[in-house]
């Protein structure tokens, strides 16, 4: 006998079973191709959230749906007590990106920071010569680093800290590109400063060229780590392959994921020859980072960047779509103060919260996310061409002038 099958909407089964820690939008995506999502009415949105800077190649791009689906059918797990072909290749490939060093594979951006949140224990005990004597990681204010333990710690926001103290110790927080501020903080127990390259959650809010030039030379005066968080802004986002790259400023250790699998959870931090070898047999681990699945779609994205010279088109059409949307702030400026970041990640500033606003440009057609500080946070996937960029701007525009 086939057992009864009860059909029940979806919206009903998330209230039913799925916990209620996200303020979902009353709306059921089913189906998505390229720049484009459709929900459960068969209606098309232009997804400008990218699954928050996740769909580096949009939606179902065929070279990534290939990759996975060759992989799968060979080989889709193996321990990492042996060796599979596509994690060292790809760790080959982020190496070339990032400079000599080595790389560890984890499954999202949390898990890459905690990483490095360990590396600069291991750095501090190899600096002064004493497990717990130097342990803290000087952070910015507003930053977001994931919601472990560890990332909560090194996240000065209420909302994510709040019910889950007491957080770990050997944590500061200085004013983001207030080089003066990470300085005075700075004693004989700092192993590293650890930030966004761009803070996402916090606002769009990129580090100034300056800024990352003065933590840098801290660091060498100091003997700290610099640790950069490219976990959202990473992966061609900004107009080149990692942000603090704009800058030409050299780090010590990069957390990296979203974008990283286009989709597929994988993560990854990588640090430099000098730092690699903290890491030792039994320091650190992960049973499914750095899987053939994972790597198979981390490959195809990369791929993928290069071939079609994505990075190169997100810095030129980046530039001029932020000259567009600045015009916005002219024209409503009851509603607009300022547009923020580079390439792919930008924000618009609101003079007033997002709610009303992510409503609005959802009954138009266009899907965005909203971050601190009243921000509108503009996320194309990298496949997005000027026309989409042109479009996104007019649907902006058709809200706010239905506000005005």
Same mark, same amino acid.
């Given at each position: 006998?086939?057992?009864?099958?009860?059909? #029940?909407?979806?919206?009903?089964?998330?209230?039913?079973?799925?916990?209620?820690?996200?303020?979902?939008?009353?709306?059921?995506?089913?189906?998505?191709?390229?720049?484009?999502?459709?929900?459960?009415?068969?209606?098309?949105?232009?997804? /400008?959230?990218?699954?928050?800077?996740?769909?580096?190649?949009?939606?179902?791009?065929?070279?990534?749906?290939?990759?996975?689906?060759?992989?799968?059918?060979?080989?889709?797990?193996?321990?990492?007590?042996?060796?599979?072909?596509?994690?060292?290749?790809?760790?080959?490939?982020?190496?070339?990106?990032?400079?000599?060093?080595?790389?560890?594979?984890?499954?999202?951006?949390? %898990?890459?920071?905690?990483?490095?949140?360990?590396?600069?224990r291991?750095?501090?005990?190899?600096?002064s010569?004493?497990?717990?004597? *130097?342990?803290?990681?000087? *952070?910015?204010?507003?930053?977001?680093?994931?919601?472990?333990? $560890?990332?909560?710690?090194?996240?000065?926001?209420?909302?994510?800290?709040?019910?889950?103290?007491p957080?770990?110790?050997?944590?500061?927080?200085?004013?983001?590109?207030?080089?003066?501020?990470?300085?005075?903080?700075?004693?004989?127990?700092?192993a590293?400063?650890?930030?966004?390259t761009?803070?996402?959650?916090?606002?769009?809010k990129?580090?100034t060229?300056? /800024?990352?030039? $003065?933590?840098?030379q =801290? *660091?060498?005066?100091h003997?700290?780590? =610099?640790?950069?968080?490219?976990?959202? *802004?990473?992966?061609?986002?900004?107009?080149?392959?990692?942000? /603090?790259?704009?800058?030409?400023?050299?780090?010590?250790?990069?957390?990296?994921?979203?974008?990283?699998?286009?989709?597929?959870?994988?993560?990854?931090?990588?640090?430099?020859?000098?730092?690699?070898?903290?890491?030792?047999?039994?320091?650190?681990?992960? #049973?499914?980072?750095? $899987?053939?699945l994972?790597?198979?779609?981390?490959?195809?994205?990369?791929?993928?960047?290069?071939?079609?010279?994505?990075?190169?088109?997100?810095?030129?059409?980046?530039?001029?779509?932020?000259?567009?949307?600045?015009?916005?702030? #002219?024209?409503?400026?009851?509603?607009?103060k300022?547009?923020?970041?580079r $390439?792919?990640?930008?924000?618009?500033?609101?003079?007033? %919260?997002?709610?009303?606003?992510?409503?609005?440009?959802?009954?138009?057609?266009?899907?965005?996310?909203?971050?601190?500080?009243? #921000?509108?946070?503009?996320?194309?996937?990298?496949i997005?061409?000027?026309?989409?960029?042109?479009?996104?701007? %007019?649907?902006?525009?058709?809200?706010?002038r239905?506000?005005?």
């Amino acid at each position: 006998m086939q057992p009864t099958i009860v059909r #029940t909407n979806t919206a009903e089964l998330y209230d039913a079973y799925v916990m209620k820690n996200y303020p979902r939008a009353a709306l059921t995506l089913t189906r998505g191709a390229g720049v484009s999502v459709w929900d459960d009415t068969g209606r098309e949105y232009l997804d /400008f959230t990218s699954g928050i800077a996740v769909c580096a190649l949009g939606h179902c791009h065929p070279v990534w749906v290939e990759a996975i689906r060759q992989q799968a059918g060979q080989l889709n797990h193996v321990s990492n007590v042996f060796r599979n072909p596509l994690q060292g290749e790809l760790a080959r490939r982020l190496v070339q990106q990032a400079g000599p060093g080595r790389v560890f594979m984890a499954n999202s951006g949390a %898990e890459a920071n905690e990483g490095l949140l360990k590396l600069a224990r291991l750095h501090g005990i190899r600096k002064s010569g004493e497990e717990g004597k *130097c342990y803290k990681v000087i *952070c910015a204010k507003m930053a977001f680093h994931g919601r472990t333990f $560890g990332g909560m710690s090194a996240t000065l926001q209420e909302k994510i800290q709040k019910g889950f103290r007491p957080l770990l110790s050997g944590f500061a927080f200085g004013e983001l590109n207030d080089l003066a501020s990470f300085a005075e903080l700075v004693d004989d127990q700092t192993a590293a400063i650890f930030v966004e390259t761009v803070q996402g959650e916090g606002g769009i809010k990129p580090c100034t060229d300056e /800024f990352l030039w $003065g933590l840098r030379q =801290l *660091c060498d005066r100091h003997n700290l780590l =610099l640790m950069l968080d490219e976990v959202q *802004c990473g992966i061609g986002r900004t107009g080149d392959f990692f942000a /603090f790259q704009h800058s030409g400023v050299r780090a010590d250790a990069i957390g990296m994921a979203k974008g990283l699998g286009g989709g597929f959870p994988i993560g990854a931090f990588w640090a430099a020859e000098k730092h690699a070898d903290l890491f030792t047999p039994g320091s650190h681990g992960s #049973t499914f980072g750095g $899987g053939p699945l994972g790597c198979a779609a981390a490959l195809a994205v990369l791929d993928t960047l290069e071939r079609e010279g994505l990075i190169a088109k997100v810095r030129a059409n980046g530039a001029v779509w932020k000259a567009q949307l600045e015009k916005l702030v #002219t024209e409503f400026p009851q509603h607009v103060k300022a547009v923020t970041g580079r $390439g792919y990640m930008l924000g618009l500033v609101l003079q007033s %919260e997002p709610p009303p606003y992510l409503a609005a440009l959802r009954e138009e057609g266009l899907l965005v996310p909203a971050a601190g500080g009243n #921000t509108l946070r503009l996320l194309p996937p990298l496949i997005a061409t000027p026309e989409h960029l042109n479009r996104a701007t %007019e649907i902006l525009r058709t809200v706010l002038r239905k506000k005005a």
